[in-house]
C-alpha cells in the first residue's frame, strides 16, 4: 500500500474523531500519527466543536442546503421567458450551495464506509479469531484509504 500523506491521514482523523466519535488516542493510532499532532488537529481545526454540531446531523444541514438551491432555482424559474438564468449574485450562490452540498455528500458518503467498517470489525470481535478482526481492519483501513483518494 502506497504511504498516506498528511491530508489522508487528517482526513480520516478528522471522520473517525468528529462522526464516529473515537477517543483522540485511539485515532492518533488508527491514522498513524502522534497523539500530539492528534491532539494540534483537534484544536487547531476546532473538531470538538464540529463533533459538537454533528449532533444536529449532516443530514439535516444537507436537506437545508437542498432546500436553499431549489428556492434559488424556483425565484430563476418565475422571471420572463428568455431571462431565466442566474445574475451574478445568483450564479455565485449557487456555486457555493452545489460545492457545499457536494462536500458534505463526500464526507457521509466516506463516513458512512467508515462506520460500517467500525460495526463490522466490532462484530468480527466477538465472532472472529484475533487473526481475523487483526487481517480485517488492515484491509478495511486500505479499502479506506483507497476510497479517500478515488
Not at 3 to 11: F, G, P, R, S, V
Not at 55 to 62: I, N, Q, S
Amino acid at each position: 500500500m502506497a504511504e498516506n500523506t498528511i491530508a489522508d491521514k487528517q482526513y480520516l482523523a478528522k471522520i473517525l474523531f468528529t462522526r464516529e466519535k473515537l477517543e483522540q488516542k485511539v485515532v492518533a493510532k488508527r491514522v498513524g500519527v502522534s497523539e500530539k499532532t492528534m491532539s494540534k488537529w483537534v484544536n487547531d481545526f476546532n473538531w470538538r466543536t464540529l463533533r459538537n454540531r454533528l449532533a444536529v446531523g449532516k443530514e439535516e444541514v444537507l436537506s437545508n442546503l437542498y432546500e436553499q438551491l431549489e428556492e434559488l432555482n424556483d425565484a430563476i424559474s418565475q422571471k420572463p421567458v428568455g431571462e431565466r438564468y442566474s445574475d451574478s449574485r445568483q450564479a455565485d450562490i449557487q456555486i457555493k450551495l452545489t460545492a457545499s452540498i457536494r462536500n458534505l455528500e463526500t464526507e457521509l458518503a466516506i463516513a458512512d464506509l467508515v462506520e460500517s467498517g467500525i460495526r463490522f470489525i466490532k462484530f468480527l470481535q466477538a465472532h472472529g479469531t484475533h487473526q481475523q478482526v487483526l487481517d480485517t481492519s488492515n484491509l478495511w483501513n486500505e479499502f479506506i484509504q483507497h476510497s479517500i483518494k478515488a
